[in-house]
């Protein structure tokens, strides 16, 4: 059996577990571990090399990406500054100069 965690909401040590739930007897607290657990590890997006993006980080486009509505793709070797990271699958907001905003795969740039 693992570890029994303290209550997120009020720390206590005397939390048990009830179903799938964990319940603190002292704020009458109910949560999932599991969701708390993900909530810490938060948002983990990697570029294609391995490397770990940040908000605010710069990254290049490893190759050309056609867009749709545009006559011509983002090409490689475009440099996209200031990136946000979002959910999903599409998971790197950003605005590209020529292109306006768009949302890119983490998959096809690399970290500059």
Known sequence: ?????????????FAYPMDLLMVCPE??????????????AGLVVLD???????????????KNL?????????????KVKNIRLVEGDHNIDCKI??????ALKSEFVKKA
């Open 97 to 102: 100069d020529g292109f306006g905003s768009m």
């Open 27 to 40: 704020c009458n607290h109910e949560w999932n571990p599991e969701e708390v657990a993900a909530e810490e």
């Open 66 to 78: 056609p867009v749709k509505g545009a006559p011509q793709p983002i090409k490689a070797g475009t």
């Open 48 to 62: 294609s090399n391995g490397n770990r993006l940040h908000d605010g980080d710069s990254v290049v486009v490893i």
């Open 1 to 13: 059996m693992s570890e029994i965690q303290p209550c997120p909401k009020c720390g206590s040590q």
